[in-house]
């Protein structure tokens, strides 16, 4: 599956940003997707992940209640939805998938990477 990320931006303090990402090569779409982060300097870091029906979802403590993980099946996408952002969010963001939710959630693996997009949150 190839996965291709868009959405990132400069956004204030406070403020809001969707991130997408679009999958494409696989005809089913009975894998887990997933986002994660890197900041400088800093290693990536497990951000959310959402199951193949979009019925299950798993986030890292920094961005609980912040961040909305959701898919769309038909469109064989994934958005994350980030309000109330905050410098600390600053990375180039990649999402990911994998046919099993654990890896992505747990092990924080993944099959198949997609380019980062970067978000910088000004203070």
């Known amino acids: 599956v190839q996965l291709q990320a868009s959405g990132g931006g400069l956004v204030q303090a406070g403020g809001s940003l969707r991130l997408s990402c679009a999958a494409s090569?696989?005809?089913?779409?009975?894998?887990?997707m997933g986002w994660f982060r890197q900041a400088p300097g800093k290693e990536r870091e497990f951000v959310a992940a959402?199951?193949?029906?979009?019925?299950?979802?798993y986030y890292a403590d920094s961005v609980k209640g912040r961040f909305t993980i959701s898919r769309d099946t038909a469109k064989n996408t994934v958005y994350l939805q980030m309000n109330n952002v905050k410098p600390e969010d600053t990375a180039v963001y990649y999402c990911?998938?994998?046919?099993?939710?654990?890896?992505?959630?747990?092990?924080?693996?993944?099959?198949?990477w997609g380019q980062g997009t970067q978000v910088t949150v000004s203070s």
């Open positions: 959402v199951n193949w029906s979009g019925d299950s979802t």
């Open positions: 090569g696989r005809t089913r779409s009975s894998y887990a």
């Open positions: 990911a998938a994998d046919d099993h939710f654990g890896s992505l959630y747990a092990d924080h693996e993944a099959d198949a």
